[in-house]
């Protein structure tokens, strides 16, 4: 298992958002999205809702960030939903910035645990990848 992060920046959301999605495949619409908040998700794109700068004390709009890749799932999860990777690369950020993390092709497990959980409001994302579909 892996300790530690692939992915780890403290900064804020301006969106108040964190966009995941398949490097060569977004389309720009987050309006397939399904799901009641703060996680939003549908096959090549996930959204989760954190403290959002534009709102929130200036003191409260850094979200730290912490992403993972293991070989399993993990036992349990705030959040989760399988994303699909055609190209292997994994981009997450907003439109003020995005980082990408090099995967393999195919379908992956995001597990997402936030603190707090409450929509809107989540400081502290952990996001733990592992494959879909073992080779």
Request: proline share 9%.
């Amino acid at each position: 298992m892996t300790t530690e992060p692939v992915l780890h920046c403290v900064r804020d959301y301006y969106w108040g958002c964190i966009y995941c999605y398949d490097v060569g495949g977004y389309d720009g619409d987050g309006d397939h999205l399904s799901g009641d908040g703060p996680f939003f998700a549908v096959d090549d794109h996930v959204a989760i809702q954190v403290a959002n700068s534009r709102i929130v004390d200036p003191h409260d709009a850094d979200v730290e960030l912490n992403v993972y890749v293991h070989a399993v799932p993990m036992a349990s999860s705030d959040h989760a939903s399988v994303i699909v990777l055609p190209s292997g690369v994994l981009s997450i950020g907003d439109a003020d910035g995005f980082d990408e993390i090099p995967l393999r092709p195919g379908r992956w497990l995001m597990q997402v645990d936030l603190d707090p959980r409450r929509p809107e409001e989540a400081q502290w994302v952990k996001i733990r990848l592992s494959p879909a579909d073992p080779p």
